[in-house]
């Protein structure tokens, strides 16, 4: 039970900091994590369970060699004086040879000038363990300044950050992308951003100009710079009849041309265009939005064929 105990400690000291170094990186595996579909998840707890019985398979082998050395040195009262593998290891690669309390080496090694409070120091060795951590850190930082230094393949910290940086980036432009595209008549908005209104201008220039004027004024399709709307003044009005069409009335749908930026962006503008001034501004038609409905009632025009706003 010690010796398990003991390889237990061992296990946890060389694990526990992994863990919290991948802790800090928590960002980085769990994006990754969210990734993963469920056969490479199935694949990662499969190898989890191996590696697990592996463990418990050494575990086990050890616990043996324990229990079959206990059962020699029974039967042979000879050997029941003589060390066991376990304490050989550890007096080889973990505690080193302890000296017995009190003896010759013990006396030895005590270092008058270092007592204190009647505790004499002993001058010991470095015990083996500590002794490979220092040659293993040797030998680390001799890998490390060779990639680092000497061949330059290793990322410093300014490095490493701005690859994250990077993949932040594309990260950030795939949602974006991802929330664009899933813009529709619920969850569109009145973008009036600069960039939105320009490129709807564009948009609008291109495709409905022919039909509502370059200026809003309107021609074969309404005025669209007035305050009177056919299928409501909203910005989610004018996304669902640039999206859908109104076929009776001889606008196509515009879905499969325009993606669902694009749509926002030229309806957007469409918004943007009321109050202005058109050169020859069509006649008011359908219902007035924001005002008085009272007010200087629109005529309604059965020809039309145009009914974007």
């Known amino acids: 039970m010690k010796t398990l ?29 969210s990734k993963m579909d469920f056969n490479q998840v199935l ?33 042979n009262p000879a050997l029941a004086d003589q060390p066991s593998w376990w304490s050989k290891f550890k007096e080889r690669f973990l505690t080193g040879k302890l000296d017995e309390v009190g003896g010759k080496e013990e006396e030895a090694k005590k270092m008058s000038d270092h007592a204190y409070d009647g505790i004499t120091e002993l001058d010991n060795f470095m015990p083996p363990w500590l002794q490979w951590v220092f040659i293993g850190s040797i030998g680390f930082a001799l890998v490390y300044f060779v990639q680092y230094s000497v061949m330059g393949t290793g990322l410093t910290g300014a490095e490493e950050y701005e ?35 320009s490129s709807g201008k564009s948009i609008f220039e291109s495709n409905c100009a022919a039909c509502h004027a370059a200026d809003g004024g309107g021609g074969v399709g309404p005025n669209l710079t ?44 469409i918004l943007s265009l009321n109050g202005t001034t058109p050169a020859n501004p069509k006649a008011p038609q359908g219902v007035l939005v924001g005002k008085n409905s009272t007010e200087n009632p629109a005529r309604s025009d059965s020809t039309q064929v145009m009914a974007s706003n």
């Open 5 to 33: 105990l003991s390889l237990v400690i061992i296990l946890g000291g060389m694990i526990f900091p992994t863990y919290v170094q991948a802790s800090g990186n928590e960002s980085t595996w769990y994006a990754a994590a």
């Open 43 to 75: 694949l990662l707890l499969i190898l989890v369970l191996v590696v697990v019985l592996l463990l418990l398979l050494v575990a086990l082998l050890l616990y043996l060699l324990s229990f079959i050395s206990a059962v020699i040195q029974k039967e």
């Open 163 to 197: 690859a994250e940086l990077a993949q932040e980036a594309i990260a950030a432009e795939t949602r974006k992308a991802s929330q664009l595209a899933g813009i529709d008549e619920t969850t569109v908005v009145f973008d009036t951003s600069e960039s939105a209104l």
């Open 226 to 269: 007035d305050s009177y709307w056919l299928h409501g003044g909203t910005i989610q009005d004018a996304f669902k009849v640039i999206k859908l069409g109104v076929v009776e009335k001889g606008m196509v749908p515009w879905q499969d041309q325009l993606s669902p930026e694009e749509i926002q962006q030229v309806a957007s503008y």
